[in-house]
């Protein structure tokens, strides 16, 4: 009939109004929260780069560190969307970092990537130029052989520990440390540096050498051997009878009286494994060494110099301390040079 036919095409039309209500509702509320999802992205984008890129601070000891150059980090690639997201919110950070420093320094960004950060126990190569307040150059290293020191060992004034931490290699600070931090009152007179004195460092993170400890152990005969940097089996080139050795190496007396050492040298210690040209306790704490690999070993004086000693330095019946590096390995047949020295 066609009162029930207007009726139902009525309802019909009601129907699909409140449909087309919803759907508008839900789209709008869809837009309004992606919306805001945007607004918290981009609010903590701006939030990271403030606080974690900042280019400046000072620390607690009143060390002022800058960066002058910053190595952005490398991010493992992974393929889920939870890490995707996280590419893409730092890649949109590493974007405005970009921007920033073309527009602040007009600087072509370095390709380094940063895989760590220096810590304390690191070996750390460093460039360093040092001037007082008024740029007047005191000493630098730039050109020349690089500075090391392990981070956090005291081997360096306090305030350079504390500034060298959390670098990047490639990266470049600029530190001012005042003079508690530094040499304080006493000086140094010898690289003229007067008592008082605030200390302006540029410096460059070359190189971090970061220990994989291994096994230590105590033999009958009383040879020490503890392994401080370990090579992994599987990259292992070990040392046999009729090797030839490239070793770095520092040797102390047990009262940690200073002896000698390649670095002293300016050139590595070389020798055949096994052929006697070194005491018997070197002979046999470098047996089974890695290439790359690091050692700390104490030589009893039956498998040292024994009761005579080696005058002056080595007094009779001495304990040697030795820190060692197999830095290059050389297998009989392959190239090798002819330097031999006595150790």
Not at 92 to 113: C, F, G, P
């Amino acid at each position: 009939m066609p009162g029930e036919q207007n009726l139902f095409h009525q309802r019909k039309v009601q129907e699909l109004t409140h449909r087309n209500t919803v759907r508008k509702k839900m789209t709008k509320q869809v837009i309004q929260t992606k919306g805001m999802w945007l607004l918290v992205l981009f609010g903590a984008i701006l939030k990271t780069i403030s606080a974690e890129d900042a280019r400046s601070w000072v620390d607690e000891n009143g060390v002022e560190v800058e960066i002058i150059r910053k190595i952005p980090v490398q991010v493992t690639r992974k393929h889920n969307y939870k890490l995707m997201l996280i590419e893409f919110y730092f890649g949109v950070i590493r974007m405005l970092r970009e921007l920033r420093d073309k527009i602040e320094t007009n600087a072509i960004l370095s390709d380094y990537k940063c895989k760590i950060k220096s810590t304390s126990g690191d070996t750390l190569e460093q460039w360093f130029k040092l001037t007082d307040k008024n740029g007047r150059l005191v000493g630098s290293n730039f050109g020349g052989k690089p500075f090391k020191f392990v981070l956090g060992r005291g081997q360096v004034i306090h305030g350079m520990d504390m500034a060298m931490r959390d670098m990047c290699v490639g990266e470049q600070r600029r530190i001012v440390i005042p003079p508690e931090e530094a040499f304080d009152e006493e000086g140094r007179e010898d690289d003229g540096i007067k008592p008082g004195t605030t200390l302006y460092y540029f410096v460059e993170l070359l190189s971090i050498f970061r220990p994989n400890p291994g096994d230590k152990w105590l033999e009958d005969d009383g040879l020490s051997i503890e392994v401080t940097h370990k090579i992994e089996a599987e990259e292992c080139r070990k040392a046999e009878p009729g090797d030839t050795i490239h070793q770095e190496y520092t040797a102390h007396l047990e009262d940690g009286t200073f002896l000698d050492s390649s670095e002293s040298q300016e050139k590595p210690f070389v020798f055949k494994l096994g052929s006697g040209q070194v005491i018997p306790g070197m002979d046999r704490a470098v047996l089974g060494m890695c290439e790359g690999e690091r050692r700390k070993v104490v030589i009893p004086p039956e498998l040292g110099y024994g009761e005579k000693g080696r005058p002056p330095k080595v007094p009779p019946n001495a304990y040697l301390r030795f820190e060692i590096v197999l830095s290059k390995l050389v297998k009989p047949g392959d190239p090798q040079g002819s330097d031999k020295e006595e150790l």
